[in-house]
């Protein structure tokens, strides 16, 4: 199965500040990749698919980029709310996989 | 708007087995995939398998495809997991989600269920 590596695991950041997240595939996964984000105790939110295509709602602070084996969430101007924890996932190989996640820390 | 309605906690012995229900409302239920997605505490997420209802053919992670079975029930709008042999480690919550695009078994997922809090204890 295609192994989705996050980095770093923590990023500290204050507010107002941008963050860079990345996530790696150990192999080509296309396009197709999703990010999501998660605050504790709810469920997932897509953020991101088809590695740049925000989904309906997700701000404009939000945004993908990527092909292939590496790829990129970044956050402008980080708000409270964006504090969470992210997941990438790959969709073009079976299974279905996700990363570790990357927790976004107030610094 | 499209909801997913999931059952609720359950506890349960090892050795068990585990059905939790995940019910769609305001949308169209049967083109799209609904998958299980399961989180142990404190850790991340874990595709365990989906089904797209009106194939009524469901496709699971080689991880647990021993274990988990999903089914449809177009007349109910509902999509259930089933989990046998439970084990301590299965101990997690469990979600249901519904795939971006249509007709396609593994997509990017939109729509989330609350979870389902599941605690295997003996």
């Known amino acids: 199965e295609v192994v989705m590596t996050q980095s770093p695991a923590t990023l500290s950041v204050s507010p107002g500040e941008s963050a860079t997240l990345s996530c790696r595939a150990s192999?080509?996964?296309?396009?197709?990749v999703a990010w999501y984000q998660q605050t504790r105790g709810r469920a997932p939110r897509l953020l991101i698919s088809?590695?740049?295509t925000r989904a309906s709602g997700v701000p404009a602070r939000f945004s993908g980029s990527g092909s292939g084996t590496g790829f990129t969430l970044t956050i402008n101007s980080l708000q409270s709310e964006d504090f969470a924890v992210y997941y990438c996932?790959?969709?073009?190989?079976?299974?279905?996989?996700f990363g570790q996640g990357t927790k976004v820390e107030i610094k | 708007q499209v909801q997913l309605v999931q059952s609720g906690a359950e506890v349960k012995k090892p050795g068990s087995s585990l059905k939790v229900s995940c019910k769609t409302s305001?949308?169209?239920?049967?083109?799209?995939?609904i998958s299980w997605v399961r989180q142990a505490p404190g850790q991340g997420l874990e595709w365990m398998g989906g089904?797209?209802?009106?194939?009524?053919?469901?496709k699971y992670a080689p991880d647990l495809q021993d274990r988990v079975t999903i089914t449809a029930d177009a007349a109910t709008a509902t999509v259930s997991m089933e989990l046998s042999g439970l084990k301590v480690e299965d101990t997690a919550v469990y979600f249901c989600?519904?795939?971006?695009?249509?007709?396609?078994?593994?997509?990017?997922?939109?729509?989330w269920g609350l979870g389902t809090a599941v605690t295997v204890s003996s």
């Open positions: 989600a519904r795939a971006v695009t249509e007709d396609l078994y593994y997509n990017a997922m939109d729509v």
């Open positions: 088809a590695a740049s």
């Open positions: 305001g949308g169209t239920f049967s083109n799209y995939a």
């Open positions: 089904i797209i209802p009106i194939f009524g053919i469901a």
């Open positions: 996932q790959q969709y073009n190989n079976w299974p279905p996989t």
């Open positions: 192999q080509s996964v296309n396009s197709n």
